[in-house]
């Protein structure tokens, strides 16, 4: 793998937009930085600013036009970018359709588990380039500090926020079909996606602690009563409006562990 500098012991957090999120509006003082990597280019020039007076650096992972499709996001570029300007954390947000029958669209969910169905996707930064091989641990995909954070602060600011949740990434661009989520559900995922992986994987590769915040904004193919685009359209904006929340009660505890030091460990 191409070397990176990761020695200083402080680091900065970033947030990485999913569908609906292509910009921070909340952001002030914004500064844009485009990178360039061994990899390709980025979704887009990363946006450094404070976010309730926190310093954060933002990527929207689709672009700022939201034009690129889950399978052509060039991850590896992405979160390489991030480590480059010293990202440690990252909070990742992914629009997800909700497979759990007890939830509904709208809620926020932690998830503590995923399931890869992707294909074809650059998903390593371990790819045969001459570099010591690793196998990086990845029995639990997401950072058990960064989840505590979360759940801490919905807990003090009284936000409703799913604890738990076993995610499924598919290919897309296309939905599944209801026999595709049937199966889904069979194999333990609650939630499914296109884009947590592989990013969760590389974030872990590079030794960046790795959250995702899912926002359950459709119920999965098959399991609503209304379509899904109709769904989806009715609750983003309200799922956004939760993230807001949440992502402000949370920015000092998860600023606090920047300041701390990023760690390397395989906990992510
Ligand atoms: N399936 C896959 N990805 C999604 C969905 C869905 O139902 N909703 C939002 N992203």
Not at 11 to 31: K, N, S, Y
Not at 60 to 80: C, E, M, Q
Not at 148 to 160: G, T
């Amino acid at each position: 793998m191409n070397q990176l500098n990761t020695e200083s012991s402080c680091c900065e957090v970033a947030i990485i937009g999913g569908t609906g999120l292509t910009q921070m509006q909340q952001m002030e003082d914004l500064r844009h930085e485009l990178i360039t990597t061994p990899f390709g280019e980025a979704s887009g020039p990363l946006s450094h600013g404070t976010l309730w007076g926190h310093r954060v650096v933002f990527l929207p992972r689709h672009g700022y036009g939201h034009t690129i499709p889950p399978h052509k996001v060039n991850y590896r570029a992405n979160l390489w970018a991030l480590k480059q300007v010293n990202v440690g954390l990252v909070i990742a947000v992914n629009a997800v359709g909700v497979i759990r029958r007890d939830l509904e669209p709208g809620t926020l969910v932690l998830p503590d588990q995923l399931l890869d169905y992707t294909y074809g996707r650059e998903h390593t930064y371990f790819d045969g380039n001459g570099e010591p091989l690793q196998h990086v641990d990845f029995t639990n995909p997401y950072s058990d500090s960064l989840r505590s954070a979360f759940k801490a602060a919905a807990l003090d600011a009284n936000i409703p926020l799913v604890d738990r949740g076993c995610y499924g990434v598919t290919q897309g661009p296309r939905l599944e079909t209801k026999a595709e989520i049937d199966r889904l559900e069979r194999d333990g995922c609650e939630l499914v996606g296109m884009t947590g992986m592989p990013e969760a994987a590389l974030a872990r590769e590079l030794g960046m602690q790795y959250v995702c915040i899912a926002l359950g904004v459709n119920m999965a193919a098959g399991r609503g009563s209304t379509g899904i685009h109709e769904e989806m359209e009715a609750y983003l904006s309200l799922s956004m409006e939760r993230l807001g929340e949440l992502l402000k009660a949370v920015l000092p505890a998860v600023c606090a562990i920047g300041r701390g030091g990023a760690e390397s460990s395989p906990e992510g």
